[in-house]
């Protein structure tokens, strides 16, 4: 799936602009300016964000914009006292070249779900990548394609020097934790660590299996695996 604005060039389909802390993953708790893209190439079960939009909201200026929205509007708020620019969606890979037009004044952190390579080819230039690898249980169809893709974003987006890559696995209250090893397993040498983040509103039950999750899959991979929430829910913030 392609945003009909991508064929607009400097200009991209955005839901909502935004400054809050970084909720999710290993720099939970850092401030940062979020763009949020409209649109998205996947379906997932458990998603919790609207995708689509016909206005752009900036709750900085209290603005409604019609969408597409211009590249020099959108960075006129990268200047910002920020730890860093949250690219996040929808998918932002869905407007990989709008991204890589956009002036770099703040490191940019990349939350995708890692379902594009082509497009994660134009984004090298990225500094944190926050990246999915979506359960069997999220996904209607096309599972396996989506593995493949997944594994080549990873390579491509890959943890570096100059870059810090971590893998997410957002997990329902239900999962099929060999598979989960598996992927990990597939993808711990471009990452940084793994973050097994549970679907917020998870049982008891449910944290006590991806606990003990947590315990197996440090005895596979040898990166750090990690347990944490979305604790922009829990605060009640955006």
């Known amino acids: 799936m392609c945003s009909q604005a991508e064929s607009i060039q400097g200009f991209a389909e955005i839901r909502e602009i935004f400054e809050s802390i970084q909720g999710e993953g290993i720099l939970v708790g850092v401030r940062q300016l979020f763009v949020r893209f409209a649109r998205c190439n996947l379906n997932c079960i458990y998603c919790d964000t609207p995708t689509d939009s016909t206005d752009c ?8 914009l ?7 509007y959108v960075s006129e708020f990268f200047d910002r006292n920020v ?3 949250c690219l996040t969606g929808g998918e932002p890979l869905l407007y990989a070249d709008f991204i890589a037009s956009l002036p770099k004044t703040r490191p940019f952190y990349l939350e995708t779900n890692m379902s594009l390579p082509e497009m994660a080819k134009k984004l090298t230039h990225v500094d944190f990548v926050a990246g999915d690898f979506k359960v069997r249980e999220a996904i209607v169809d096309g599972y396996e394609e989506l593995v493949e893709n997944t594994v080549r974003c990873f390579r491509i987006l890959r943890n570096r020097e100059d870059r810090l890559t971590f893998c997410k696995f957002v997990l329902p209250e239900r999962f099929d934790a060999e598979e989960v090893i598996n992927n990990a397993i597939s993808v711990e040498n471009y990452v940084e660590c793994f973050i097994l983040q549970p ?3 998870t049982s008891k039950r449910g944290i006590e299996t991806i606990l003990e999750l947590q315990k197996v899959l440090m005895e596979k991979v040898c990166v750090d695996v990690r347990v944490i929430p979305q604790v922009h829910k829990y605060l009640g913030v955006m």
């Not at 019609?66 to 020099?72: G, I, L, T, Y």
Request: net charge neutral.
């Open 57 to 64: 909201t900036n709750h900085i200026t209290g603005e409604k």
């Open 66 to 72: 019609p969408n597409p929205v211009s590249r020099e």
């Open 83 to 85: 730890h860093s620019i």
């Open 199 to 201: 679907v917020f509103g």
